[in-house]
C-alpha cells in the first residue's frame, strides 16, 4: 500500500510518509519550516497548522475529510484552555492517514517570511479624499424646523462648498450628542471622491487628527500594506503576510480550479483572505503606534482573481474564455466589506479598476506609477510575481497581457526553494575558472566566504534558496560554462568540477552542503533549471508578443517592477532570458510599482480618474487565445534563448557555448538526452 503524500504549503515542500506519521515529523522530515518548543507535547502552540480539505488539481490530490487523525484530548485540552482558530490543528498531535495538503501559518514558521514590498520613495501631490472640516451649526430654532444633519450639512455647503453630504444611520445616532458637547461647534471627517460626500466621523469642538489610510497590495503570494498619514502622506508602516490562499492553490488557475471542484470553495479563500487584510490593518497599526480606528480609508490593487475573491464574487468565469469579469470598473464600497472589525466602522474603499480578465487593477497601479502613456522612449515594463504583469507603450499608444510565470520565482517548486526569509540564499556567484560558489543569506550582509560570515547566521543558519538566489544560481551557471544553451547541466568531467555528481540521468550543482551541522545540501537541479525555463519563457513571450503587436524587435527602456524586480540583477535577468536585449544602462527597478500606484490613489482623489482613463486606453493583449505566444514560449526555452542573438548582453556578459546533449565541447561526461519542448 502507498504511503500517504503529504504537500506543504507555502514551500511547496512534499513527499511521502508512512501513515500515523504526525504532521510535526512530516515537516522535518521534508524539511519544512515548522516552529515547536516543547518537544511535541503539545504545550507551547507553536506548531499549529492548517489542513486542507477537496480538490487540489494543482497537486493532483483529493484531500478527504480523514486525512488526518481526530482530535485527540491534548488538542481537546489546548482548545479549552488557550482556543485554537477554527480549522487549526497541533502538528505535534495531528497524525496523517491519507494524502493531504498542509498550509504552515507565518506565525508557525520559524523563519518568518520577509514580505519584501517597501514603499518606495515618491513625491506624491497631496490632495486625500478624506479631510478633516472644522464647522459652527446654527443651533435649533422652533420658527426654523429643520434637523440638526440638514443644519450641519448646510453649515459644511457654506464654509467648504461641500453640498449634498450623506451619512449612515450611525453616524446620526451619534450625531445630536456631538454637536450639544462642542457647543455647536464640531470637526467632521468627510469623504469626497467622484459620488456624493459621506461624513465618516464627527468630533465635538476643534480636532486635528490623525487621518490614517492603508494602501494594500494583494498578491497571489504576498500581500503587502502601507500605512500613510492622510494629512502628511508620509509612509507611518509597512508589513505583509502570506496570502493563506495558498494553500488552496500556489498560482491563480489553481485557485479558480478549487473553486470549481469544492462547492463553498470560494467563500472559504474570500474568508481567508479577508482575515488576512483584517490582520495586516492591526499589524501596520500596531508598528505605527496608531489606533486602528484611525484608519479611514483604503485603496486596494490586485490581480482579476484575488479582485472576485475580495468582493465575495465567484472567480469561475476567469478560469475560461472569455476570461469575463464580473466588473472592471473601479469601484468605491465600505472598507469594513473587505476587512470587518479592523479600522474605522465607516471607513471606504477604493478599488482601481481592472484592464481585462488577467490584467488587473496591479496593472493599472503600474501604469498610474510608472506612466508609460507619457513617455518618449518606447519602455517595457515586467511586474514580476507569480502571475506577471507586462506593459509595453509610449505617448502613442500603450499595450498590456498577463503571462503565467507560476510560483517558480517566489522559490516553489525548487528543489531546495524556500520563500524570502532569513536564512535563504538570496545572492549567487560562481567563478568561472574554479566553478566554485559564494553566496549571500537574507538577514546578513557577508558572503559566506567572507570571515564572521559562521557566526553572524549562527541564528539562522543557511536554509534553502529563494526566487532572487534561484535566479543568480542558474544565471550564474551559465556563465560560469556549468549549463548549456538549451538548460542542460554538465557532468563532473565536462565541466571541471565535482561540485556536480549524478541524480538519476541527469546531474546537480552542489552550492552548499550543510548536513555534517545537521542543516540542508542547498543544490540546483535538473528539475530546477526546467521550473526557471517555464517561467521565465513565460515572461519573455509575454513581451516578445506585445513586441511584435507594435512591429518591433527591441525597446528603449525596461523597467523590473514588483518585490522581485527590486532584488534581481538586470544582468542576471538578461542573462537567463528573463527580458528582451537592451543596454544594461536602461533596465532599471521600479520596486513594487502596484503598492506604489495604491499609494498615489490613496493620496490624491485625482489620480483616481487618472487611472481610469489610462486603463480605457490600453490595449490588451490575451495570451492565451494567440499562437504566436506558444512559437516565442518555445524559442525562449534557450537559456538566454534559442534564436535571438542579444547583442548587448555579449558586450557585457559573452556567454560560452558548450553542448551538453551531443557531447560537442562538453567532452566525453555529455549525456545524451531526448530534448522537451
Same mark, same amino acid.
Given at each position: 500500500?502507498?504511503?500517504?503524500?503529504?504537500?506543504?504549503t507555502?514551500?511547496?515542500?512534499?513527499?511521502?510518509?508512512?501513515?500515523?506519521?504526525?504532521?510535526?515529523?512530516?515537516?522535518?522530515?521534508?524539511?519544512?519550516? *515548522?516552529?515547536?518548543?516543547?518537544? $511535541?507535547? !503539545?504545550?507551547?502552540?507553536?506548531?499549529?497548522?492548517?489542513p486542507?480539505?477537496?480538490?487540489?488539481?494543482?497537486?493532483?490530490?483529493?484531500?478527504?475529510?480523514?486525512?488526518?487523525?481526530?482530535?485527540?484530548?491534548?488538542?481537546?485540552?489546548?482548545?479549552?484552555?488557550?482556543?485554537?482558530?477554527?480549522?487549526?490543528?497541533?502538528?505535534?498531535?495531528?497524525?496523517?492517514?491519507?494524502?493531504?495538503?498542509?498550509?504552515?501559518?507565518?506565525?508557525?514558521?520559524?523563519?518568518?517570511?520577509?514580505?519584501?514590498?517597501?514603499a518606495?520613495?515618491?513625491?506624491?501631490?497631496?490632495? /486625500?479624499?478624506?479631510?478633516?472640516y472644522?464647522?459652527?451649526?446654527?443651533?435649533?430654532?422652533?420658527?426654523?424646523?429643520?434637523?440638526?444633519?440638514?443644519?450641519?450639512?448646510?453649515?459644511?455647503?457654506?464654509?467648504?462648498?461641500?453640498?449634498?453630504?450623506?451619512?449612515?444611520?450611525?453616524?446620526?445616532?451619534?450625531?445630536?450628542?456631538?454637536?450639544?458637547?462642542?457647543?455647536?461647534?464640531?470637526?467632521?471627517?468627510?469623504?469626497?471622491?467622484?459620488?456624493?460626500?459621506?461624513?465618516?466621523?464627527?468630533?465635538?469642538?476643534?480636532?486635528?487628527?490623525?487621518?490614517?489610510?492603508?494602501?494594500?497590495?494583494?498578491?497571489?503570494? &504576498?500581500?503587502?500594506?502601507?500605512?500613510?498619514?492622510?494629512?502628511?502622506?508620509?509612509?507611518?508602516a509597512?508589513?505583509?503576510?502570506?496570502? /493563506?490562499?495558498?494553500?488552496?492553490?500556489?498560482?491563480?488557475?489553481?485557485r479558480?480550479?478549487?473553486?470549481?471542484?469544492?462547492?463553498?470553495?470560494?467563500?472559504?479563500?474570500?474568508?481567508?483572505?479577508?482575515?488576512? +487584510?483584517?490582520?495586516?490593518?492591526?499589524?501596520?497599526?500596531?508598528?505605527?503606534?496608531?489606533?486602528?480606528?484611525?484608519?479611514?480609508?483604503?485603496?486596494?490593487?490586485?490581480?482579476?482573481?484575488?479582485?472576485?475573491?475580495? +468582493?465575495?464574487?465567484?472567480?469561475?468565469?476567469?478560469?475560461?474564455?472569455?476570461?469575463?469579469?464580473?466588473?472592471?470598473?473601479?469601484l468605491? +464600497?465600505?472598507?469594513?466589506?473587505?476587512?470587518?472589525?479592523?479600522?474605522?466602522?465607516?471607513?471606504?474603499?477604493?478599488?482601481?479598476?481592472?484592464?481585462? $480578465?488577467?490584467?488587473?487593477?496591479?496593472?493599472?497601479?503600474?501604469?498610474?506609477?510608472?506612466?508609460?502613456?507619457?513617455?518618449?522612449? +518606447?519602455?517595457?515594463?515586467?511586474?514580476? $510575481?507569480?502571475?506577471?504583469?507586462?506593459?509595453?507603450?509610449d505617448?502613442?499608444?500603450?499595450?498590456?497581457?498577463?503571462?503565467p &510565470?507560476?510560483?517558480?520565482?517566489? !522559490?516553489?517548486?525548487?528543489?531546495?526553494?524556500?520563500?524570502?526569509?532569513?536564512?535563504?540564499?538570496?545572492?549567487?556567484?560562481?567563478?568561472?575558472?574554479?566553478?566554485?560558489?559564494?553566496?549571500?543569506?537574507?538577514?546578513?550582509?557577508?558572503?559566506?566566504?567572507?570571515?564572521?560570515?559562521?557566526?553572524?547566521?549562527?541564528?539562522?543558519?543557511?536554509?534553502?534558496?529563494?526566487?532572487? $538566489?534561484?535566479?543568480?544560481?542558474?544565471?550564474?551557471?551559465r556563465?560560469?560554462?556549468?549549463?548549456?544553451?538549451?538548460? *542542460?547541466?554538465?557532468?563532473?568531467?565536462?565541466?571541471?568540477?565535482?561540485?556536480?555528481?549524478?541524480?538519476?540521468?541527469?546531474?546537480?550543482?552542489?552550492?552548499?552542503?550543510?548536513?555534517?551541522?545537521?542543516?540542508?545540501?542547498?543544490?540546483?537541479?535538473?528539475?530546477?533549471?526546467?521550473?526557471?525555463?517555464?517561467a521565465?519563457?513565460?515572461?519573455?513571450?509575454?513581451?516578445?508578443?506585445?513586441?511584435?503587436?507594435?512591429?518591433?524587435?527591441e525597446?528603449?527602456?525596461?523597467?523590473?517592477?514588483?518585490?522581485? !524586480?527590486?532584488?534581481?540583477?538586470?544582468?542576471?535577468?538578461m542573462?537567463?532570458?528573463?527580458?528582451?536585449?537592451?543596454?544594461?544602462?536602461?533596465?532599471?527597478?521600479?520596486?513594487n510599482?502596484?503598492?506604489?500606484?495604491?499609494?498615489?490613489?490613496?493620496?490624491?482623489?485625482?489620480?483616481?480618474?487618472?487611472?481610469?482613463?489610462?486603463?480605457?486606453?490600453?490595449?490588451?493583449?490575451?495570451?492565451?487565445?494567440?499562437?504566436?505566444?506558444?512559437?516565442?514560449?518555445?524559442?525562449?526555452?534557450?537559456? /538566454?534563448?534559442?534564436?535571438?542573438?542579444?547583442?548587448?548582453?555579449?558586450?557585457?556578459?559573452?556567454?560560452?557555448?558548450?553542448?551538453?546533449?551531443?557531447?560537442?565541447?562538453?567532452?566525453?561526461?555529455?549525456?545524451?538526452?531526448?530534448?522537451?519542448?
Open positions: 500500500m502507498t504511503d500517504p503524500l503529504v504537500i506543504f507555502p514551500s511547496g515542500k512534499r513527499g511521502r510518509v508512512p501513515a500515523g506519521t504526525s504532521v510535526l515529523a512530516a515537516a522535518r522530515k521534508l524539511g519544512v519550516d *515548522l516552529d515547536s518548543v516543547c518537544g $511535541g507535547r !503539545g504545550i507551547c502552540s507553536k506548531c499549529q497548522v492548517s486542507g480539505s477537496g480538490e487540489f488539481s494543482k497537486h493532483g490530490v483529493t484531500v478527504e475529510a480523514d486525512a488526518l487523525t481526530d482530535w485527540n484530548e491534548v488538542e481537546a485540552r489546548y482548545d479549552r484552555v488557550r482556543g485554537l482558530k477554527e480549522g487549526r490543528r497541533l502538528g505535534c498531535q495531528a497524525c496523517i492517514e491519507k494524502d493531504v495538503v498542509i498550509d504552515v501559518p507565518p506565525e508557525s514558521q520559524v523563519h518568518k517570511q520577509v514580505i519584501r514590498k517597501s518606495d520613495t515618491r513625491a506624491i501631490e497631496m490632495d /486625500p479624499a478624506t479631510r478633516l472644522l464647522v459652527e451649526v446654527e443651533e435649533p430654532d422652533m420658527h426654523a424646523p429643520t434637523g440638526d444633519f440638514e443644519r450641519l450639512a448646510t453649515a459644511l455647503e457654506k464654509a467648504w462648498g461641500i453640498k449634498g453630504l450623506q451619512a449612515d444611520l450611525d453616524l446620526l445616532s451619534q450625531l445630536q450628542p456631538v454637536l450639544r458637547k462642542g457647543e455647536w461647534q464640531v470637526t467632521c471627517a468627510v469623504h469626497q471622491a467622484e459620488g456624493a460626500p459621506r461624513l465618516l466621523a464627527l468630533w465635538p469642538g476643534f480636532y486635528e487628527g490623525p487621518l490614517h489610510g492603508l494602501a494594500i497590495d494583494l498578491g497571489s503570494t &504576498t500581500i503587502a500594506a502601507h500605512l500613510c498619514d492622510l494629512t502628511s502622506g508620509a509612509v507611518l509597512s508589513s505583509g503576510v502570506m496570502n /493563506p490562499q495558498i494553500r488552496f492553490g500556489e498560482d491563480l488557475m489553481s479558480v480550479s478549487y473553486a470549481m471542484m469544492n462547492p463553498g470553495g470560494d467563500r472559504e479563500m474570500t474568508a481567508a483572505m479577508r482575515g488576512a +487584510l483584517a490582520d495586516l490593518a492591526r499589524a501596520c497599526a500596531e508598528e505605527a503606534g496608531v489606533e486602528t480606528d484611525s484608519i479611514f480609508e483604503i485603496t486596494l490593487v490586485c490581480n482579476p482573481v484575488m479582485h472576485h475573491l475580495a +468582493l465575495g464574487i465567484d472567480p469561475v468565469e476567469l478560469g475560461q474564455a472569455p476570461f469575463a469579469l464580473a466588473t472592471s470598473d473601479a468605491e +464600497l465600505p472598507a469594513a466589506t473587505l476587512m470587518p472589525g479592523a479600522i474605522h466602522p465607516q471607513a471606504r474603499a477604493f478599488l482601481l479598476p481592472c484592464i481585462a $480578465g488577467h490584467v488587473g487593477a496591479d496593472a493599472a497601479a503600474v501604469a498610474l506609477s510608472e506612466a508609460p502613456h507619457k513617455a518618449e522612449a +518606447l519602455t517595457l515594463i515586467v511586474d514580476v $510575481g507569480t502571475n506577471a504583469e507586462i506593459l509595453l507603450g505617448k502613442r499608444r500603450v499595450l498590456a497581457c498577463s503571462s &510565470t507560476g510560483p517558480a520565482f517566489e !522559490g516553489a517548486q525548487i528543489s531546495s526553494g524556500q520563500r524570502a526569509a532569513p536564512g535563504a540564499i538570496e545572492r549567487v556567484e560562481i567563478d568561472p575558472e574554479s566553478k566554485e560558489p559564494r553566496f549571500k543569506v537574507i538577514g546578513c550582509d557577508l558572503w559566506n566566504t567572507e570571515e564572521g560570515f559562521d557566526l553572524a547566521t549562527a541564528t539562522t543558519g543557511v536554509t534553502g534558496i529563494c526566487g532572487s $538566489g534561484i535566479i543568480e544560481a542558474v544565471a550564474e551557471m556563465m560560469a560554462g556549468l549549463l548549456d544553451r538549451s538548460g *542542460l547541466i554538465g557532468s563532473a568531467e565536462a565541466t571541471g568540477t565535482a561540485r556536480i555528481t549524478p541524480q538519476g540521468r541527469t546531474f546537480v550543482y552542489l552550492i552548499f552542503d550543510g548536513t555534517a551541522e545537521g542543516g540542508p545540501r542547498i543544490t540546483v537541479t535538473q528539475g530546477d533549471i526546467r521550473a526557471i525555463q517555464l521565465k519563457s513565460a515572461l519573455y513571450a509575454g513581451a516578445r508578443l506585445l513586441m511584435d503587436e507594435l512591429g518591433v524587435d525597446v528603449d527602456r525596461v523597467v523590473l517592477a514588483g518585490a522581485f !524586480g527590486a532584488h534581481i540583477s538586470p544582468k542576471h535577468a542573462v537567463l532570458g528573463m527580458i528582451p536585449d537592451a543596454p544594461l544602462e536602461r533596465v532599471t527597478s521600479a520596486g510599482a502596484a503598492g506604489t500606484g495604491a499609494r498615489i490613489a490613496l493620496l490624491n482623489k485625482a489620480a483616481r480618474v487618472e487611472v481610469q482613463k489610462i486603463v480605457r486606453e490600453i490595449t490588451k493583449v490575451e495570451t492565451a487565445i494567440e499562437p504566436r505566444f506558444q512559437e516565442h514560449f518555445v524559442a525562449a526555452n534557450g537559456i /538566454p534563448h534559442a534564436t535571438a542573438p542579444f547583442p548587448e548582453l555579449s558586450k557585457v556578459a559573452p556567454l560560452p557555448e558548450p553542448s551538453f546533449n551531443t557531447g560537442g565541447s562538453g567532452g566525453e561526461g555529455g549525456r545524451r538526452r531526448r530534448r522537451r519542448g
